[in-house]
């Protein structure tokens, strides 16, 4: 028997240890479908964990390239928890919005490990113009060594399920801005982004985005079109992700755990010793 209550769902499990079996409750991270539309044409479907979806569809529009400023979203429409159509959201875009809406309907479909499946290379990239983000900010190592231990402080779900990512902003020294959990590690970052765009605080110039997993292209791409600096992870990056950041400018940082770190581009925004 399984009961769901919004982003965490409580199940029956059977329990190992030690040769002792025992019957217990447990917490489960909720995944579910996501359809955005606007008007007859879908614009992609998602896996998600409900919660902060207007901030993932706002996200998810701009990051890939269908918005580009506040005032192109006239509206989104979110149905009743229990309603029939509860995981569809209704966009509704300006006329000079509609036409590339249109064109993107049925392009995207996303799982909640992949990110966006399918997606063209980074010439398709190139082509939309994504800018290389500000680089006058300059941040301190310290600051950035303690944003690790920021970001699971404040992963509530987390801490009930053990499954869910995170992506969480934070201010050049360190305050932590918004975090928003997701077992899709690029829904986590949509929602962050969405919440930047619904707020009117796009570009992020002088921010981090810190992520829980691996900085994947699909999370470095997102990180660039909101204008932000420095993407973090605790894990590695893929081989693609440094290749993209590399070429757009953005700096690039992994394995960030305890007093260690590892820069994979753009350095020169990070108060480091130059290496003799």
């Known amino acids: 028997m399984t009961q769901k209550s919004g982003s965490i769902e409580l199940t029956q499990i059977t329990q190992w240890e030690e040769g002792k079996v025992s019957r217990a409750e447990d917490f489960l991270a909720a995944e579910e479908p996501l359809e955005m539309r606007a008007g007859r044409y879908s614009l992609g479907v998602t896996l998600r964990t ?18 580009s400023r506040r005032e192109h979203l006239l509206s989104l429409r979110l149905p009743g928890k229990d309603a029939p159509e509860r995981n569809l959201v209704r966009v ?7 036409l590339k809406a249109r064109s993107a ?19 398709q990239l190139r082509r939309r113009g994504l800018r290389r983000p500000e680089s006058a900010t300059q941040f301190d190592p310290e600051v950035l060594c303690q944003l690790p231990d920021k970001l699971r402080a404040a992963q509530a779900v987390f801490g009930r399920t053990g499954g869910l990512h995170a992506a969480a902003l934070f ?46 292209f699909e999370i470095v791409q997102k990180t660039i079109a909101a204008g932000i600096p420095l993407l ?21 940082v992994g394995f960030l755990r305890g007093q260690r770190f590892v820069i994979y581009s753009e350095e020169v925004r990070i108060a480091v010793s130059t290496l003799n």
């Open 92 to 98: 509704t875009l300006d006329s000079n919005r509609r």
């Open 50 to 67: 409900p919660g902060n979806d207007e901030e993932l569809v706002a996200g998810f529009l701009f990051t890939e390239g269908i918005l």
């Open 171 to 216: 201010s050049a020294g360190g305050e932590l801005l918004v975090l928003r959990e997701d077992i899709g590690r690029h829904n986590a970052v949509d929602k962050v982004i969405g919440w930047a765009f619904l707020e009117g605080r796009l570009p992020l110039g002088g921010h981090t985005m810190l992520v829980s997993g691996r900085g994947g």
């Open 232 to 252: 973090a992870s605790v894990s590695a990056p893929s081989s693609l992700a440094v290749q993209l950041a590399r070429e757009l400018g953005l700096t690039l």
């Open 105 to 123: 309907a049925r392009r995207f479909s996303a799982g909640s490990a992949c990110g966006v499946c399918g997606k063209a290379s980074i010439a």
